[in-house]
């Protein structure tokens, strides 16, 4: 062990009557584990909300989308087919979109409508989230609904599935039926009315999809928005999220132009720069934590300095350099750094792992749109604290170190 280190760690261990510098250096490391602690936690906790909405996000938005200059995508079998070919593409496939206006005896609400192929392969994300016993595959099928109280008789209906806030707001309940009415693509035309029986609700946690979203049939969407053999886009899934930008880009270049394609990133750009420009202002005001506590590691090494004069002076005048006594002061404050940086990950791990598996943190669902506070660990943020947290207090032992690379043997031993 070099001479440095060793006098470095013998000085961490007071003497009694140097007990508050003892006390000091306590505080400093205390100070550094509860900054890093804390900003381990926030930085997990808004990674947990950022993912958590964007998975809630793209189960109603695909990765990638692709829209027409011409306003509809016709020949879109073929196109499908060279975008399946693109390579980091899952899946690719036609959807109508447009608005809606259901009724029933005694309520009415204005919606969007997405017409996609009735298949869990196609819209697994959609599937995921239907209510229990439903199927999206109901979607293409004709079902059976009574007309009337009394009546007896049946009527088959297509079949479309509502947000949950959207079936609450009209009263429907599935099995029921429910008026549509369409404007169609050309605006001569008079609007079209349609009957549709509830084949099943889903429950997205989020407001604007729950009671303002609806699925039909991509087959019943060309035919309410009167788009025979033709649709509004076509959307696709990709292998890696955080590789949809590449993605769009090689899917333009082989389409050509006449085609518009964007990723999810760029559809939501303004809400996910909000999230990340939040989280960056949050990380540089609990790193002024750390920075607090590396004053306090600035000053116990100060009140060393001048506690340990006569010991310096020793040190010289046996021939140890002024870089070696430098080095030992820089070693202690690294030391209380490496300390509170390691207790500092220790209990963000440690809280990280709590919030997460007894979900004590209960959010108002009124205001959020989760119940509990979610926590994604992403290790790169943990090294990345770890860093800026050992620079922090690295800088914080470079003026103690040459203050004492700087005092003169000789004074110190002629007047002390």
Known sequence: MRYELFVGLRYLRAKRREAFISLIT??????????VMTLTITLAVMTGFEGDLRDRILAFNPHVSIWSQLGTVSGYEDIGARVRAVHGVVDAEPFVYGQ?????????????????????????DLAQRLNGGQHIEDLGRRVAVPLGAGHGATAQMPGIILGGALAKKLGVEVGESIRVAAAPSKAAAVPRLSSFAVVGTFDSGMPEYDSG???????????????????????????????????????????????????WMEANRNLFGALRLQ??????????IVMVAGFTVLATLIMVVMEKRKDIAILKSMGASANGIARIFIYKGVVIGVVGVTLGNL??????????????VQLPKDVFFVNTVPVTVYPPYFVAVTIAALLICLLATIYPARQAARLSPVDVIRYE
């Not at 809606?100 to 697994?124: D, I, W």
């Not at 060309?222 to 959307?235: C, H, K, T, V, Y």
């Not at 899917?251 to 006449?258: F, H």
């Open 26 to 35: 306590l505080i400093s490391t205390a100070g550094i584990a509860i900054g």
């Open 213 to 263: 979203l609806a699925y039909v049939s991509l087959a019943d969407g060309q035919n309410l928005f009167d788009m025979p053999e033709a649709a509004s886009g076509i959307e696709v899934r990709v292998a890696d999220l955080y590789q949809a930008n590449d993605v769009a880009q090689a899917i333009a270049r082989d389409l050509g132009v006449g085609y518009r394609v964007r990723d």
């Open 279 to 288: 989280k960056t202002v949050y990380s540089i005001v609990l790193l002024l």
């Open 347 to 360: 209990g963000g791990w440690a809280g990280c792992w709590l919030l997460k598996h007894y979900q004590f």
């Open 100 to 124: 809606l206006m259901l009724s029933t005896p005694e309520k009415f609400a204005g919606v969007l409508v997405r017409g996609v192929p009735p298949t869990a392969a196609a819209n697994p």
